[in-house]
């Protein structure tokens, strides 16, 4: 209930809210606009624009729609996609497609502390290739179920289950 | 519902990825409501999901948040200036009003004031016009007085009456005497003299005959500035004759007779 006061004041443009939200968010905002630009300056200028943006669009949300963090994530998503499609952002770089957000875990030596970094690499480390398809797909991409499944070749319902067994195992890892 | 069932198909995990339509929302949104173990279980996904999307994040720039609030103007003066201008247009309209009025007002006054200052001076154009007429009126009244006055003079059956003719060069010149011998006085119409040259008066003399002796009757000092050239004069003489000399100014002890303008004898009392 706490959270939904949060948001609620932070719709009345309350400052202190929006720190708050901040805290909670910005890292895992971050994560997902640098795993689409991973580039460390482009990342931090698209995630500024994605909380004044949330700020300037506050009262577009509505809880019916969806959760607070999905909101923002799909600020978050759409904006550093954004950036990946303008001229200067093609010109600079050119090859991604490839790349996982796996990639940046097992090669980054300096996770956060407040993350359980230890937990995490044991999980990708565990992890099937399948379970990291989807989860890049569906969270780091912003993948509809059905896009998903077309990019990925295989049924709606095979998305829904496998990402529904992915997720479980990441929660028994990071939640204890 | 079986509520297990629900929570195993897996639909939760893609609501908060937010890959589900916009009804599907709505029926998670409703059902998290309905049973606590499904918004337990949103819960449960949301903050794995914030956890492993953090741990992507290499964010080494602490000062973020502060250049995000700037960028807001938050903590800023004009942060709250920007609130209060949402009701500036209102606030304009009412100052635009009252500007409005108060010129309108302000002119009203200063027309109000003109128009007073115009009858003002009307007034007094009217008033110096008033004083105008009543001394012209009084002027009048004081030259119909001397008029009857003179009239009556005339009218006396004692007046004995001079004809003054033009002698020599002054031939076209003339004057008349009206003479009452009771009240020793005489009134001279000096209508036929022209006007003394500058340094030069008129004086009147009364004659005797046989012999010839003038006696002076006096100037006249204001014969240019009479209207009516008129003069009444004093006469205790028994006069013969009046004359009428141009003299220098003071006048003389005797006529200068290359200067007679108008002489004429008194006619002898009937018998």
């Known amino acids: ?176 | 519902m079986d509520i297990n069932a629900y929570i195993a198909s897996g639909i939760l995990e893609l609501y908060v990825a937010g890959a589900l339509s916009e009804d599907e929302n709505k029926e998670v949104y409703q059902m998290m409501h309905k049973y606590p173990e499904v918004r337990q279980e949103v819960l449960d996904i949301e903050a794995a999901i914030v956890k492993l999307t953090a741990a992507t994040s290499n964010i080494k720039n602490a000062d973020l948040l502060q250049a995000i609030k700037d960028k807001l103007t938050f903590n800023a003066p004009d942060a709250h200036t920007k609130v209060i201008s949402i009701t500036k247009p209102k606030y304009n309209w009412l100052t635009y009003t009252g500007w409005a009025a108060a010129l309108i007002i302000g002119a009203g006054l200063l027309w109000t004031l003109n128009q007073n200052q115009e009858l003002e001076s009307n007034l007094n154009t009217a008033e110096i016009e008033n004083a105008y007429l009543e001394e012209q009126i009084i002027n009048s009244r004081s030259v119909l007085a001397d008029s009857k006055k003179l009239l009556n003079f005339l009218r006396d059956k004692d007046i004995i009456s001079v004809p003054l003719g033009g002698q020599g060069e002054f031939a076209n010149t003339y004057a008349k005497v009206y003479w009452n011998k009771k009240d020793n006085s005489i009134y001279l119409d000096a209508q036929g003299l022209p006007e003394a040259p500058s340094g030069k008066v008129y004086q009147v003399w009364s004659l005797k005959l046989n012999p010839l002796t003038p006696t002076s009757l006096g100037t006249i000092d204001d014969f240019n500035t009479d209207d009516n050239k008129i003069f009444a004069i004093a006469n205790a003489n028994q006069s013969e004759a009046f004359g009428i000399t141009l003299e220098p100014e003071g006048g003389s002890e005797t006529p200068t007779m290359e200067q007679l303008y108008t002489l004429g004898v008194v006619p002898a009392p009937a018998p």
Request: net charge positive; hydrophobic share 40%; charged share 30%.
């Open chain 1, 1 to 176: 209930m706490q959270l939904e006061i949060l948001i609620s004041k932070f719709q009345q443009k309350d400052e202190k809210a929006f720190e708050k939200l901040y805290r909670m968010y910005s890292e895992s905002m971050h994560g997902v606009i640098y795993n689409i630009v991973r580039d460390h300056a482009l990342a931090e200028e698209v995630m500024q624009d994605v909380f004044i943006k949330a700020w300037n669009n506050a009262n577009s949300y509505s809880a019916e729609k969806g959760r607070f963090f999905t909101w923002i994530l799909n600020i978050a998503r759409n904006a550093a996609i954004d950036k990946t499609r303008s001229k200067t952002f093609k010109n600079s770089r050119k090859n991604l497609d490839a790349e996982y957000f796996v990639d940046i875990l097992q090669h980054s030596d300096s996770l956060d502390d407040q993350t359980d970094a230890i937990g995490i690499k044991k999980f990708v480390s565990q992890l099937a290739k399948k379970c990291i398809e989807v989860i890049e797909l569906l969270y780091f991409q912003g993948f509809t179920q059905k896009e998903a499944s077309e990019t990925l070749d295989i049924p709606i319902g095979t998305i829904k289950t496998r990402n529904r067994n992915c997720i479980k195992e990441l929660r028994t890892i990071v939640l204890n």
